[in-house]
């Protein structure tokens, strides 16, 4: 394992281009890319205000800057570095922006929700979508990029309206059984577009591409519900984290709930999780480098009690992570930050707990293979995979801390991102599994 030298970054505004091959860094007003090979500076691009938001074109021909404070967007070409193009939402304002898959259109959201504007860098045509709705996750991509999903709000009523990406015309517009609709995903086959409610409600809907309800989920009532949700990448499974703390699995078949996973403090036997009935391992104190620790059980974990003052309390499962062969879900409940637990979803059990000695800030799946990487912000990076888990210290000068971090698409890298710095991880590659 080894690693390059240390880079400027604002806002954690860094990520490599979907083929792979370049690295693009925002820097306050300026957007650095890189060849990742080799991190040597290939453009340069100057925008006009402190970049807010940056994004690639799904080609890796283009990149969007936003400036939120100026109802700006900047896209500049890799192929042409002369050419660019500059969006200005004026005093309507602007809240987010982001590529249509097809990498020529761009979706921009203006203050208080009041519509989306299309603009096409081809044709330089504008079309307009009115009644957005301003939740978790309004807007979704099908994983082909055929059609978009949009939750609406009209007449105090959700709705949902399905649009083709080639031309934008609408083929499905239908109102959803919900209260106060929080978001929508597409499922990775495209077939099943689960809407939730907000926390108020406990409810996931199941909906077709025409528009039916296959299926309504609920688990309880008269407390708050779902807090996240994720598909797996075959489509088979799709997972709810509860602010019960728990995590339910529901089949892509029956649309009934499979299997439920707790998180207790005191883990102790099997029998300690309901409907797990093969624990394999409890891995704590990843404290040295280089190596992991098994304790024996019982194990406590430690619990945060949250202010029932404050709002959003700090309880629940808020992340859910499947690796990319469907094999395991890594998941954080949000009174328990100090740990990751690993769940085997073909035995349907619990694998392990991540335990730290302080709250994970981030994990993610390597791409290709089940290794799960994490980091808590201090100067150690953490990989777990079924063999085992190890410590490594970052040898940055300055003491380099690790806030965030994102897999290379290729499997044979780690970003990791600090505070206002980046450096790569070079993982050294199994000639075997190529």
Not at 99 to 127: M, Q, Y
Request: charged share 20%; net charge negative; glycine share 4%.
């Amino acid at each position: 394992m080894n690693f390059s030298e240390v880079f400027k970054q604002s806002n954690q505004l860094c990520k490599v281009s979907p083929d792979g091959k370049y690295l693009a860094t925002c820097v306050q007003y300026r957007l650095v890319v890189r060849d990742v090979s080799t991190l040597q500076i290939m453009h340069l691009y100057t925008c006009l205000d402190q970049i807010s938001h940056m994004e690639w074109s799904s080609d890796s021909l283009f990149i969007l800057c936003a400036m939120y404070k100026r109802g700006l967007v900047q896209v500049w070409s890799l192929e042409q570095p002369d050419w660019h193009c500059k969006i200005d939402e004026g005093s309507i304002g602007l809240v987010s922006s982001r590529w249509s898959p097809d990498g020529r259109h761009i979706l921009n959201t203006t203050e208080f929700h009041l519509r989306i504007t299309v603009w096409s860098l081809c044709t330089k045509a504008v079309s307009y979508i009115k009644y957005p709705k301003a939740c978790q996750k309004g807007i979704d991509f099908s994983r082909d990029g055929s059609y978009m999903a949009l939750a609406e709000r009209r007449d105090c009523k959700d709705f949902v309206s399905i649009f083709v990406c080639d031309d934008w015309h609408l083929l499905r517009h239908f109102e959803t059984e919900t209260q106060d609709l929080a978001g929508l995903e597409w499922s990775p086959n495209g077939c099943v577009l689960a809407v939730w409610d907000s926390c108020l409600e406990y409810k996931v809907l199941l909906y077709s591409l025409d528009g039916r309800l296959l299926s309504t989920y609920s688990a309880y009532e008269w407390s708050l519900g779902v807090k996240s949700v994720s598909w797996s990448p075959s489509s088979q499974f799709l997972a709810i984290g509860s602010y019960d703390e728990k995590v339910r699995i529901i089949n892509h078949i029956t649309w009934k709930k499979i299997a439920q996973f707790e998180h207790p403090a005191t883990v102790e036997s099997t029998k300690a999780v309901s409907q797990v009935t093969n624990f394999v391992s409890l891995i704590n104190s990843l404290l040295l480098p280089h190596l992991d620790e098994i304790c024996s059980l019982p194990v406590q974990i430690p619990v945060v009690k949250p202010d029932p003052d404050r709002a959003n309390p700090k309880i629940g499962v808020s992340v859910l992570a499947f690796s990319s062969d469907n094999h395991y879900l890594a998941t954080k409940n949000d009174n328990m930050a100090s740990a990751v637990w690993v769940w085997n979803m073909q035995k349907m059990s619990l694998e392990a707990v991540l335990e730290q000695t302080s709250a994970v800030r981030c994990f993610q799946w390597d791409p290709r293979h089940p290794r799960l990487a994490l980091c808590t912000g201090n100067t150690k990076l953490y990989l777990w995979s079924p063999g085992g888990c190890v410590a490594v210290q970052v040898p940055t000068e300055g003491g380099f801390q690790v806030h965030s971090l994102n897999w290379h698409c290729s499997d044979n890298s780690l970003i990791l991102l600090g505070k206002e710095q980046l450096c790569l991880c070079y993982m050294e590659t199994d000639e075997e599994d190529k």
